[in-house]
């Protein structure tokens, strides 16, 4: 992240904030745009490191209360500890009850109470909040302490810190919906599930320290049009209260304690977007084809039912990509029920119908994380038990989903798309478990569709490098670059710190993908890509070029792309491709693509 707001004057940092000018206090911070738009608010800050601590403004005639509350759980917590004190005994484990000791201690310390009094009374906040920024601020002040005696208390202050916050989440507490006005969300990481239900309630923008643009916190942020911008390192230190601040995630810019005027500025270009957007809308009755006329299907990734009226609205030719992980996501801990699963399968189907409806099997693990779904604590989820692996090992929870994809595909063209397929094995292993759901429902005398296509993703590098073997085992293949670019290239797709390594230009990316399409193509079955590579518009070219003719991506991108490909021909893009694919890095390969766009202009929208 850096820092370029307006120069600070040479004595600006002694002079209060109130003294300093607006254009003085305007601080712009640049992270990676990771959602376009414009979310003007006031910062909440959430710190999800331990449990969701949200700072909650409180109204001065609740502060009598809050205080009660917080010498409430103090006093709970002494107690608590204190029976586990005594079951520990004297001379069993002298070490546990020395902690112990040392936890009871510090939770009737007047230096620790009062502080957190003084910040509950002085800002006017939750008690949660408190005590999150007292020990914060005390643990730093410890670490710097030469005693090592004291700098080993820091860890017993954490861990109070801790226990006094899940007590209070016991006692009646604070919820987000009582902040007022457009909230900015400030956080270090959000989980995909909390980028739901916050991006689904009153957040209008989050701003972040972690996250790649094809993290599922970051598609999920694009999929509710909530702008976002990640990789702001450290903004959570620098965004201490309500600060007034605009998210633009276009530029991937954040700006803090904005101008009159750049307030102003920001307004007007957030209506031109919206206007942008009607007539980006006007594309939908163009055909999806290129300059010489060969089709191309533009379709959808839906993760969320909101989703469905953008793929209407954008003229979408069916449903690419449903990650039906976010039905479990947004019930999380519960599992849907049959039932659900097929309403939510059905509605997609009549949505987009007379187009196809590819649903992806739950695609759980990784950073999708279902912890209650799994017995084991992962050390590296990502290359653990993740998509087909995690449900072929939970048969009881695929079994629902798979009878109600049959049972849906009984209404419309449904096919179905198993994630993370690394093997032959398990695809053939996924068929003998579908024929008995299938014989399961044709004995109950049940409603389905035994014909149903099957796909897999090819997203791990293994599966790419046998896709000519894979061909020969399935329906049709969809392309996922998010992982296949991660698991390639080594390169966590969700670390700011890596993010310029992350390249789906790579020549290693490009030759996997040309032997993909290839192998499909042989074997003549269909083949897309849905990763977010398509979604960029001079990403797709190169896609094109490689051959392929379907893409899917989220739906209110499909304009751009439309845009883009009715304005070249495939001989042009097949010659592009041909020329990238002997060149060595992938910042040669840019070139050659910057140069050839150039070259080309994009026809206008409603041409
Ligand atoms: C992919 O990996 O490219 C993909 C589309 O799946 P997801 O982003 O859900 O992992
Ligand atoms: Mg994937």
Sequence with gaps: MSDQGSPPSPNSEERSTQERSPEERMLQLTGLGVSDGIAIGRAVCLDNRVGDIYRIPLPEESIDDELERFHLAAKQARQELGEVRQKVGEDLAQELGG???????????????????AVIRGERVNAEWAIHRTTSELSKRFDMMEDEYLRERNQDLLDV???????LQGIAHHELSEVEGDIILVAHDLTPSEAVRLGRGRVSGFAIESGGRTSHTTIIARSLKTPAVGGLEGITDEVTDEDPMIVDGRNGLVILHPT????????????????????????????????????????????????????????????????????????DPEMPTEEEHLEIYRRLLQTVSPHPVIVRTYDLGGRKLARELLATEEQNPVLGLRGIRLTMARPEMFRVQLRALYRAAAHGDLRIMLPMISSVGEVRAFRRYATTILQELQEEGIEHNAEVPLGIMVEVPAAAQIADLLAREVDFFSIGTNDLIQYSLAVDRNNEHVADLYQPLHPAILRMLRFIIESAQKAEIEVGLCGEMAADARLAVMLLGLGLRRLSISPR????????????????????????????????VESSLDAFLQGAPVPSPVA
């Design 260 to 331: 009159q005027e750049t307030l102003d500025r920001y307004r007007r270009e957030r209506e031109a977007q919206a206007r942008h957007e009607e007539v980006l809308m006007a594309t939908r009755h163009l055909s999806a084809e290129t300059l010489d006329h060969v089709p191309v299907e533009l379709m959808a990734n839906i993760d969320l039912p909101e989703e469905l009226e953008d793929a209407i609205a954008f003229g979408a030719a069916g449903i690419g990509l449903y990650r039906s992980e976010f039905l479990y996501i947004e019930k």
């Design 557 to 588: 991108l499909l304009p751009e792309v439309k845009t883009r490909l009715r304005g070249l021909t495939t001989s042009e893009l097949t010659h592009l491709a041909q020329q990238c694919l002997t060149l060595s890095t992938a910042d040669e």
């Design 161 to 167: 810190g801790v226990y006094l916050l899940r007590v």
């Design 99 to 117: 902690i112990l000791d040392a936890h009871i201690l510090l939770l009737k310390d007047p230096a620790l109470l009062n502080r957190v009094e």
